[in-house]
């Protein structure tokens, strides 16, 4: 019997432990290893806007692949009676920049209502070097709702949640066949990949109700309020490299004279929590098969699917990168195990 173990359980690990349960019911338990649950994963402080950023230099086409399919997820999912339950929203965005973008995003085709901003209607931003800006209806994916939904549908379709602390990739050989390294940040240190290293994003939780919008600002020192289902999520930073988690008073400082410039009536608003998070950053996502000695049960090459290095799309990225990721779980099955039954696609 093939062993199939997923670590990390943050939206990148829970959602490819849900599709490859889907897609081999043969496997009779996969195992989920990790750390920590919701509310304890990246995911749960993050705005969750559906949006391509901090994805360094992964190939255009694999991202626009990865974020078509989560943008399909999202919809569908919106689009069922348990859609707002789960997390997911559909809101307007606005993202605006202060470069001058000649051609129009990739993934301008995936969203609804996509439209370039004229030159005045940037004034209202009052951040004079703007130059372009881009108005489209997207979602936002409330992890902290989607992950115990996800928790959920692994446990009663018969998954094994084991809460430990994996220290090296390679411990695992001895208990399982393949391994979805689905680990985050930590990959820096499970794989261990020097090339994964945070982003530390620091956000602010407030109650503002009558914001409704997204407003997105590009630049390296830009702000940005996203409207979630309970509080607006003011941010932000991006710092390469900052493992602390800690908050840092002059981010505050930064967040919210930047929110309240976007929109003054922020400045009234209560706040509920500060938050920081490290994005997996990396020069680009690691979405590949390797094989690292053998397993225990014989002459099986011990197989590994690394998952990770999302930067800031993780809730972006996920469902594509799910799909593809079992994907890789058929090929390593077909090449040692022969399943009898493989169902093509989730349902989900
Ligand atoms: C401030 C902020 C705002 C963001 N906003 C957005 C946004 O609007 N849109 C968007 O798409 N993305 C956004 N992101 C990015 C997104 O949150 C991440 O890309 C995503 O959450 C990464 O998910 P993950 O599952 O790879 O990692 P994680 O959520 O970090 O999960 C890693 C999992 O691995 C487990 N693990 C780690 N080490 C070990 C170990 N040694 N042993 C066992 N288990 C282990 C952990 O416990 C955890 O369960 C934001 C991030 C931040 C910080």
Not at 13 to 34: C, H, M, N, Y
């Amino acid at each position: 019997m093939v062993r199939i173990a997923v670590v990390g359980a943050g939206i990148i690990g829970l959602s490819s432990a849900i599709s490859i349960q889907r897609s081999f019911p043969d496997v009779k338990t996969i195992t989920l290893i990790t750390e920590k649950l919701s509310p304890h994963t990246t995911g749960d402080g993050a705005a969750g806007v559906w949006s391509p950023y901090l994805l360094g230099d992964t190939p255009e086409k694999d991202v626009y692949r990865w974020a078509k399919a989560t943008h399909d997820f999202l919809h569908n999912q919106w689009r069922t009676e348990d859609g707002g339950v789960i997390g997911i929203s559909m809101l307007p965005v606005i993202r605006v920049v202060s470069e001058e973008e000649t051609s129009d995003p990739m993934w301008k085709d995936i969203v609804f209502g996509f439209r370039k901003m004229k030159l005045d209607e940037l004034a209202v931003f009052k951040k004079p070097s703007l130059k372009t800006g881009y108005s489209f209806v997207s979602f936002t994916c409330e992890a902290a709702k989607l992950l115990p939904y996800f928790l959920d549908i692994f446990k009663r379709s018969g998954g094994n949640v084991v809460i430990r602390r994996v220290d090296n990739i390679t411990e695992l050989q001895h208990e399982f066949d393949i391994v979805v390294n689905c680990t985050g940040v930590q990959a820096n240190r499970i794989v261990p990949d020097p090339l994964v290293q945070p982003k530390r994003g620091q956000v602010m939780r407030v109650l503002a109700p009558t914001v409704k919008w997204a407003i997105l600002e590009d630049d390296d020192d830009g702000n940005y309020i996203i409207p979630n289902q309970d509080a607006v999520v003011l941010g932000g930073t991006h710092q390469e490299g900052d493992w602390n988690t800690e908050v840092y008073s002059e981010d505050t400082v930064h967040i919210t004279k930047g929110c309240f410039r976007i929109i003054p009536s922020l400045k009234n608003a209560q706040v509920f929590k500060e938050w920081v998070g490290l994005r997996p950053g990396r020069p680009a996502v690691r979405l590949e098969m390797e094989k690292i000695g053998i397993s225990s049960q014989g002459k099986i090459p011990f197989t590994v699917i690394h998952n990770y290095g999302h930067g800031g799309s993780g809730l972006t990225l996920f469902w594509g990168c799910a799909l593809r990721t079992t994907d890789l779980v058929k090929n390593a099955l077909e090449l040692h195990y022969q399943p009898s039954k493989y169902v093509p696609r989730s349902k989900l």
